[in-house]
């Protein structure tokens, strides 16, 4: 069995059946083999002076111990090593890579896990094991598996190992292959089975970590099937409702295999028609009884998303396809449509008055906690179906430790998990149920082992991306989001490798776009690791700026005034929180901005110049005016006294004459 293979079986064998410690151990050879062969085949191509410090290092760790050199080094020593000659980076220098997914990495957890594994005997748990397995994979893609190949022939031969099943599914939903383990519902089977039989729509509702997917999917589907005359449909509304359902249909129209990307295709089709009301639900659905021939059970499993990832238009879209469809059904009763709901958003669904009128008590599954009896089942039968047992009085415990808490079942499903991975031989113990720090806080201590196996700048990122997959809500409590891969950069997408192996979130593909997509693996994650909470609790208002932002996004409609001014301040404090295209969107929008103020400048000084010039025009003319003006009354003054002098001339003549007759007459006399 060559390297290849041997990763393949540890993963498919061991990891995927609850194996850790084996695994933990295979991972932990491969690796040593590997950071040997790493400083001994790579040591010439590094700088003479990097080559200098590497040996005289290796001087200094082998005085005193047992190993002569490099060869015989132990982990602890190969990784002080590479540690204090900072390998990596030098390595990455000289090859002209950045191993940045190295770098995200708390290689000093290698150390941690493997001492009181290999000198104590200790147990190895789900989140050791598999990031044991992810470093082994990070060794391969990074430094290719031919230089690594060496090694694994020295490994002991995997082949006679026992196959383990891990009957609990963590915080994973049970799905359709899982219905045996899928126990302590038996009465709420049967009763969702008898409503789906007599109604056209039910909906089962309950809070969050209910079961609510769980008891669809694992109880009552499978109970349809063994009764025969159903085909059951579902989808997840997602932020496509309307080709999720279509992909969703395409499994009932086409009952054979047909070309994938034929029916991808034809998926997109249907839903622009649904969209452009072309075509009715009630056409699609009728064709596909008729070709069955029997009863049709459409699932739309997480309906909340239908409100948590679209805007209004797009749910009325929707509701506007499915009110009719119903009407029609609630006398042909040839399709049920069930809906799982998260009970907090009932009242978004009971906003449409149209839609509020079928969650009548009649029609609705209120899915509560489990009971005494209930837990006793889900959590001694999955074990015993494959021959496990508890340590007496384990069982009581662990059903006390779940109380009556809302949500709680995940938590215990992933208690449960991480139990079954410490198990010793036939039997569950309370030593190991006490080391996972029972129900209430094994989610919280594993998720914060996880966290601390990233370097400093990959917990900056993980805290980063794990705020990016919550929704923060608004009168409800926080949800999950599904985000594309491709908006996280490289170093965030290796902290999401590596949390996707620990299994804190899931990865996906949106089968209309072929993108990958990233999620948190369970709702329970959100409100049951406490410094999850602590992030969002920070930075909520952030969280609901950057929600807003991404529809101002959608519509293209570029920011201005007061919600530009606030995007400047958060884009000033938290840059490194932002996407590019999200800073991107901002810039352009101050760069518009700038522009409108410049032009508003420009027309004002245009304005002010043509004010100046008209008032520099009218004093012209009113400095002619005047003078034209001073000239007339000059004029009429000169005038006047003119006419006064006449005036005192023809009165002085007057006078004369007046004296010369005078005169004249007594010449006479």
């Not at 015989?72 to 190969?78: A, I, K, V």
């Not at 970590?209 to 694992?218: E, H, M, P, Y």
């Not at 001694?380 to 179906?385: G, L």
């Not at 993980?462 to 926080?478: F, H, I, N, S």
């Amino acid at each position: 069995m060559n390297l290849e293979q041997r990763i393949v079986f540890i993963k498919e064998n061991l990891l995927d059946k609850g194996g850790y410690t084996i695994a933990a151990k295979e991972c932990l050879g491969i690796i040593e083999h590997a950071l040997r062969q790493l400083l001994l085949r790579h040591l010439a191509v590094l700088p003479s002076a990097v080559q200098q410090r590497i040996q005289q290092e290796a001087q200094k760790t082998a005085k005193g111990s047992r190993a002569s050199g490099i060869e015989d080094f132990t982990m602890g020593q190969l990784l002080g090593l590479i540690r204090t000659c900072d390998f990596i980076n030098e390595w990455g220098k000289v090859t002209g890579r950045d191993l940045i997914n190295i770098r995200m990495i708390n290689l000093d957890s290698l150390s941690d896990i493997r001492n009181p594994l290999i000198h104590n005997g200790a147990e190895a748990d789900s989140s050791q094991a598999f990031f044991l397995f992810s470093c082994v994979r990070l060794l391969l893609e990074n430094f290719g598996i031919e230089s690594l190949e060496g090694g694994a022939e020295a490994l002991p031969d995997l082949a006679t190992l026992p196959v383990l099943d891990n009957p609990y599914q963590g915080l994973a939903a049970f799905q359709e292959e899982n219905a045996q383990f899928f126990c302590g519902r038996s009465a709420e089977i049967a009763d969702l089975q008898q409503l789906v039989s007599d109604r056209a729509f039910v909906a089962v509702l309950g809070n969050s970590g209910s079961g609510k997917s769980s008891l669809v999917f694992a109880g009552l589907v499978p109970a349809l099937k063994q009764a025969g005359g159903w085909l059951v449909m579902a989808c997840r509304p997602l932020d496509q409702p309307l080709y999720q359902l279509a992909v969703a249909l395409m499994d009932g129209l086409y009952q054979s295999e047909v070309n994938e990307v034929a029916r991808l295709a034809e998926a997109k089709a249907l839903a622009k028609s649904f969209a452009a009301q072309d075509l009715t639900l009630d056409m699609v659905i009728q064709r596909i009884a008729s070709k069955y021939r029997g009863r049709v059970l459409l699932v739309l499993d997480q309906f909340e998303e239908l409100y948590t990832l679209n805007d209004a238009k797009t749910q009325q879209q929707f509701l506007a396809l499915l009110l009719p469809f119903l009407a029609q059904q609630a006398a042909a009763l040839t399709v049920t449509v069930l809906v799982t709901l998260r009970a907090d958003f009932l009242g978004a669904a009971l906003a449409d008055a149209a839609f509020a009128a079928w969650f009548d008590g009649y029609r609705n599954k209120m899915l509560g906690n489990l009971n005494a009896a209930g837990l006793q089942d889900a959590v001694t039968v999955p074990a015993q179906k494959l021959g496990v047992g508890f340590e007496s009085g384990l069982p009581e415990r662990i059903v006390r430790d779940v109380g009556t808490e809302s949500g709680s079942l995940p938590l215990l499903q992933f208690a449960l998990h991480q139990l079954w991975g410490l198990r010793q031989g036939q039997q569950l113990t309370h030593a190991n149920y006490e080391a996972l720090g029972t129900v209430t806080a094994a989610l919280a201590n594993y998720a914060e082992v996880v966290y601390g196996r990233f370097s400093a700048e990959g917990q900056a990122q993980c805290r980063y991306v794990l705020v990016q997959l919550v929704r923060p809500g608004l009168g409800t409590a926080d949800t999950r989001r599904v985000v594309a891969w491709s908006r996280f950069s490289l170093a965030q997408q290796t902290v999401l490798q590596q949390l996707a192996g620990a299994r804190l979130v899931v990865l996906g593909r949106d089968v209309e776009s072929g993108q990958e997509m990233v999620e948190v693996v369970h709702e329970a994650l959100i409100y049951g690791w406490v410094r999850l909470r602590e992030w969002m609790a920070a930075d909520r208002e952030f969280r609901l700026w950057q929600e807003g932002l991404w529809r101002y996004l959608a519509d293209g409609v570029l920011l201005s005034g007061t919600p530009l001014s606030v995007a400047e301040s958060f884009l000033a404090e938290r840059s490194d929180f932002l996407a590019e295209s999200e800073r991107d969107f901002i810039v352009r929008s101050v760069a518009e901005r700038d522009r409108a103020l410049a032009e508003q400048a420009r027309q004002r000084r245009v304005w002010a110049t043509f004010v100046m010039a008209f008032f520099v025009v009218a004093v012209g003319l009113s400095g002619v005016a005047w003078w034209f003006w001073g000239e007339s009354v000059e004029k009429a003054e000169e005038a006047k006294r003119h006419e006064t002098e006449s005036q005192k001339n023809l009165a002085q003549s007057k006078e004369n004459l007046t004296t010369s007759i005078r005169n004249q007459s007594l010449m006479l006399y």
